[in-house]
């Protein structure tokens, strides 16, 4: 009898994997500049671009710095990085952010692993850490889903330590590799010190699952409001001006805060609804994706 994590990757294997095939790898042939055999080219140095990768001969000649492009043909490490915390419990059920989660591993799983590269899993909750080492078989890929599947029931009781999570990125990927981060950021912490040593050894790309939950809070008079980390609770007066303002100002900071960090270390973040058809959303990260290289 074929388990949920089989029936779920045969159903994204039909409706996502089909149309994306061969787009994903493409969208990353060129990310390790200065780390393959063929030399692409050359561009002007940015600020900052990582100067060990200048070609000073051409620097000379032309008279301002300019960097070695090489085409990667080398086949990808990649780590997904899975948020197991509480606050991925959020959203309607059979559609919320750990539903997502879940797909968006199986479909980068399959869609690696079948142009030859090696994927890994981390799974990460406060204390509890999950490792699924690479590999590339469709069999691989769902032994990512069955610990998923293991990791289901979210808990309470502390915030989603990003920087925990980051860390524990930096010491299993030993070697070079693309690191995809699939989290909804919300958590507490300096974790931007631990994401730009991350993206001093590799590429990171963050996929942030959001849902309208997170967002926004419903005009509903006297509602209980619960903490999904900590598991406290609250009874508030939802209609109240003063405090939709405060609710709005505060997501509207924690955006704010990411945003900012994110852009510092030079981290593409893309934003992915559950309420999005998967294929289209991963499309859009593709094409986002191919109009950053050089």
Not at 26 to 34: D, E, F, I, L, S
Not at 146 to 161: I, M
Not at 266 to 276: F, K, M, N, Q, Y
């Amino acid at each position: 009898m074929a388990t949920a994590s089989e029936k779920l990757l045969l159903r994204l294997e039909w409706k996502v994997v089909r149309r994306l095939d061969g787009r994903l790898q493409g969208a990353h042939r060129t990310a390790h500049r200065g780390a393959g055999v063929d030399l692409a080219g050359l561009r002007a140095y940015h600020a900052g671009d990582d100067a060990r990768h200048i070609d000073w001969n051409a620097t000379a000649r032309l008279d301002e710095p300019h960097l070695r492009l090489f085409t990667e043909d080398r086949e990808l490490t990649v780590w997904l990085v899975l948020d197991r915390s509480a606050s991925m419990a959020a959203g309607r059920p059979g559609r919320g952010k750990h539903d997502v989660l879940a797909e968006l591993a199986l479909v980068l799983a399959r869609l690696f692993g079948r142009g030859g590269n090696r994927v890994g899993a981390l799974m990460f909750d406060t204390g509890t850490l999950r490792v699924v080492p690479p590999g590339t078989t469709r069999r691989h890929a769902l032994r990512i889903g069955a610990e998923l599947e293991r990791t289901s029931e979210a808990r309470g009781g502390a915030t989603t330590d990003l920087a925990g999570m980051l860390d524990a990125a930096g010491r299993l990927a030993r070697r070079r590799a693309l690191i995809v981060v699939l989290s909804d950021f919300i958590g507490d912490g300096d974790w931007e010190r631990s994401l730009q040593r991350l993206v001093r050894r590799h590429e990171v790309v963050a996929l942030r699952i959001v849902d309208a939950a997170d967002d926004a809070l419903p005009e509903a008079g006297l509602i209980v409001v619960e903490d999904a980390e900590t598991g406290e609770q609250l009874v508030v007066d939802s209609a109240d001006p003063l405090l939709r303002a405060r609710f709005r100002a505060a997501v509207d900071a924690r955006d704010a805060r990411l945003t900012a960090g994110m852009r510092r270390a030079g981290v593409p973040v893309h934003r992915i609804g559950t309420e999005r058809d998967l294929a289209e959303a991963l499309a859009e990260v593709v094409a986002r994706t191919r109009d950053r290289s050089p």
